[in-house]
């Protein structure tokens, strides 16, 4: 059985550009969630995918944009870049929706020059 | 006011000695996770409890569900139990909210 995992690994890109972070579930795994956390801060939720479609979302706007796919991998796409996007993007991923327990991928880090 | 605090923000311990990180929260949950935080951003689930108490290994989590409070207690501290201990909340409204964490360091 294989964790989660998170690809790339780090990213740098700059400001006004495009990115798409990708997260492959724990295997059985139907719900994805994605978090952003700065440095020296405790995660941000951005929003939860289950079964495909979108089940909750935090207060980020809507450059912010997600996918979840028939094999529940999932991807965060994030549009016109800003500095302040710079962070650690984690996703994890829950046999059945957000109250169940979260195994957590590595994590992007992601720097916007 | 944020949804959930934590307390202590930091936390400087001698081996051996027991710790107790609070987590407080003001929102409708479904469950509280306690989460583990290493340095290089790794992130372990400890804990998901709604009720009662759960223990394993030298980490216990309590939850008060009246009084909207939970606790994580770490008996015999050790070296490597140095990490950020953060506290999450799912809600009933499919929202996600954490605390801001906990950075212990537990001095040999």
């Known amino acids: 059985e294989t964790g989660v995992t998170q690809s790339p690994t780090h990213l740098i890109k700059t400001r006004g550009q495009q990115v798409t972070l990708r997260c492959s579930s724990q295997?059985?795994?139907?719900?994805v969630s994605w978090y952003q956390q700065a440095l020296g801060q405790g995660p941000q939720f951005i929003f939860q995918?289950?079964?495909?479609?979108?089940?909750g979302r935090g207060n980020f706007p809507p450059r912010f944009s997600g996918l979840q796919f028939p094999n529940y991998s999932s991807e965060l796409n994030v549009n016109a870049l800003e500095l302040d996007d710079s962070a650690l993007y984690l996703c994890a991923s829950s046999l059945d929706r957000a109250s169940d327990e979260q195994f957590f991928g590595p994590g992007t880090r992601l720097t916007v020059l | 006011k944020n949804e959930v605090e934590q307390s202590p923000q930091n936390l400087t311990a001698q081996e051996g000695e027991f710790i107790t990180i609070n987590c407080s929260y003001s929102v409708g949950i479904s469950a509280l996770h306690w989460l583990q935080q290493h340095p290089g951003g790794g992130i372990v689930s400890l804990f998901m409890l709604s009720s009662g108490k759960k223990k394993h290994g030298r980490l216990i989590a309590t939850i008060n569900i009246q009084e909207k409070h939970s606790s994580l207690h770490i008996t015999a501290s050790h070296p490597r139990d140095s990490a950020v201990y953060i506290c999450a909340a799912p809600t009933t409204g499919n929202q996600f909210y954490f605390g801001t964490g906990t950075s212990l360091t537990v001095i040999p």
């Open positions: 995918y289950y079964r495909e479609e979108e089940n």
């Open positions: 295997s059985g795994h139907n719900t």
